[in-house]
Each structure stands twice: as C-alpha cells, then as structure tokens.
C-alpha cells in the first residue's frame, strides 16, 4: 500500500512539475505571439509613412479664390472642373451650367435669359 502511495506522490510531483513547464512554454509562445505582432506593426507604420507623405506631394490644382459665393441671389458651384449657379426657386433647385471658365459678364447674361 505504501507502494502505491509512494507511486501516487511521484506521478503527482511529475505532474506538477509538467504543468508548470507548460504554463512557462505558454507564457514564451504568448510573448513570442506579441513580438510578433509588434515586428509587423513596425514594419507596416513605415509603410504607412511612406504612403502619407506621397499623398502630400500628389498635385492638386489650386482653384481661384476669387471665386464669389454669390451673384444676384445665385450661389456658385465649381464641380468637376465646371462653374455652375444654383437657387432655389418655387420650393426646387434650379440650376445654370455657366461653364469650364469663370467670366462675370457671362454669368449675368445667363442669369438675365434665365430671368426671361
């Protein structure tokens, strides 16, 4: 019976200490696990630099600040590289397609035919 006992104490010592090899392995795969986590997060950050500082050098074409907001009770829109003036009239948008250049004389004609 002491046998036994004896036997008993050994697998459960072994056990113990399986059991506490594990938990080290597990720790050192978990932090394994975080390293790498942190190299492809700092791999991809200067990447990621890389692509905000090209978009800082894309041309973007600068539009004239001279550009008034209104005419006559017409906002002004550029769109897609085309002035256009909007009003509302009658509880509808109504809008004029001035064109690719901004001339004054020709958006008060087109105003004046819209007028009638």
């Known amino acids: ?42 791999l991809v950050n200067p990447k990621q630099q890389e692509l905000t500082d090209g ?24 769109r897609g590289n085309y002035y256009r003036l909007f009003k509302k009239i009658k509880g509808k948008v109504k809008w004029i397609h001035v064109g690719r250049e901004w001339n004054i004389e020709i958006v008060r004609s087109k105003i004046k035919i819209f007028k009638g």
């Open 1 to 42: 019976m002491e046998k036994d006992q004896l036997k008993t104490m050994d697998e459960n010592t072994s056990l113990d200490i399986m059991n506490e090899k594990l938990g080290k392995v597990r720790q050192k795969s978990e932090n394994s696990e975080d390293d790498d986590l942190y190299m492809a997060s700092s």
């Open 55 to 78: 978009l800082d050098k894309v041309r973007q074409d600068k539009t004239e600040n001279n550009l008034p907001k209104r005419i006559d009770g017409w906002g002004v829109q550029l």
